[in-house]
């Protein structure tokens, strides 16, 4: 088995663990039986748990990564740069259920993990340094890019936790129909705000 082979069972075995049990009860030896190699080699590669969960963090997020750069790169008009973010932002979520899982698993129950992976690279860097320019510039009516930050990331991966429960609400529409629908109102009041012209006049 090559390297890039045991890194890759390793890595595997590391978000099952964090995404099922969490990250601050997983020890570097339940990887190792896990991925089926010693703890020597979890060690030698990664050194520590928090240094396994940003590479594991790095690893899954890094194709969005790269589209947002892509993005920022050729797209100028904030509207369209979000839409476009954010869809790809949804489309990560959709795609990796397991990395969905250890999100609102640490978002619920392990804060100083959470703290630590927004620090890394939880989302993508540059997406929240154009969201603060955009702030900053006066692109948005609100101000503080913490707080559109905030708000994003719970309109976002919130409705996911609903699970099962989307069928109670929304009966006949699938989880992939509930999210389109999730994610086109959640643009449209960005965009347009929640109240209609008529009522804030």
Not at 178 to 198: P, R, V, W
């Amino acid at each position: 088995m090559t390297q890039q082979d045991q890194q890759k069972q390793i890595l595997d075995a590391a978000l099952g663990r964090f995404a099922k049990y969490g990250v601050a009860i997983t020890e570097l030896e339940d990887v190792a039986r896990d991925s089926g190699v010693t703890v020597g080699v979890v060690r030698g590669l990664y050194g520590d748990r928090d240094t396994l969960l940003r590479e594991v963090v790095t690893e899954t997020t890094e194709p969005m990564v790269a589209a947002i750069s892509m993005i920022s790169e050729d797209e100028e008009e904030p509207r369209e740069w979000l839409r476009k973010s954010l869809e790809m932002y949804e489309q990560l979520m959709q795609q990796n259920p397991l990395y969905l899982k250890l999100v609102q698993r640490i978002m619920l129950q392990e804060p100083e993990t959470l703290k630590r992976m927004y620090d890394t690279n939880f989302v993508p860097s540059e997406f929240y340094e154009r969201l603060t320019k955009f702030a900053q510039d006066g692109v948005f009516r609100l101000k503080d890019p913490f707080f559109i930050g905030l708000f994003i990331d719970c309109m976002l991966i919130f409705p996911h936790m609903l699970g099962s429960m989307i069928g109670d609400y929304f009966p006949g529409v699938s989880n992939e129909e509930f999210q389109e629908k999730k994610l086109t109102a959640m643009l449209d009041l960005l965009e347009h705000g929640l109240y209609s012209d008529q009522a804030s006049s």
